[in-house]
Every structure is written in C-alpha cells, then in structure tokens.
C-alpha cells in the first residue's frame, strides 16, 4: 500500500483537477460550503462525468468507505490532520495542516 498526497488549494472555494489513481483518470471537484463551514468532495470520470458527489470531508474516516461503486477508486481517501487535532479542513487549514491523503489498494 502506498500513501499519495493530492494537491489541495486553499485559495478557491469551489474546483476541480483531474488525478490519475491507480493507472485510472479521475476528476475530483471540491466545493466549501459558507453556512455549514465544511468541505465536500465529488469524484467524477475522467471527463468530470459524476461517480458520487457530496462527500462530506471529515478527518479520521475513510471518505468513500461506506458508498458501493465499481467505478470508485479501489483504494481509500482519507483526511489527516497534521497537528494532532483532529479538526477537519477549513477555508485556512485544507491543504495546508489537514491534508487529503489517497491510499492504494495494493
């Protein structure tokens, strides 16, 4: 198993890049929502065609443990928080002390 770190930008609210996982195309969209003060995550196909959305992005947990798609990535995204804290990311902390990390199925 191997541990990537995705690229994180703290400086926009809402946007989308396209990563390879795992010898697959996938584009991973994030959106921070103002009036509930937490990150949400979709995955899409490599052309941003939605494989689930609305991920809420929380530290300690498997994001994507608990949905069943054969067209997720076989491995497991999950948030960890650098300083110990366990908060979960923010407008400030996302990218930066929370990282979004993607661990591979093998």
Partial sequence: MDFIELPIRADLSSYSFVVT???VNYTLSFKYNDRRGLWS???GDDSGL????SINMQSGFDLIGNITSKNLPPGNFA???ETGEGNDPDL???GEDVKLIYATSK
């Fill in 79 to 81: 948030l960890i928080d």
């Fill in 21 to 23: 996982l795992e010898q």
């Fill in 50 to 53: 939605p494989i689930v959305s």
């Fill in 92 to 94: 400030i902390t996302f």
């Fill in 41 to 43: 995550m979709a995955i």
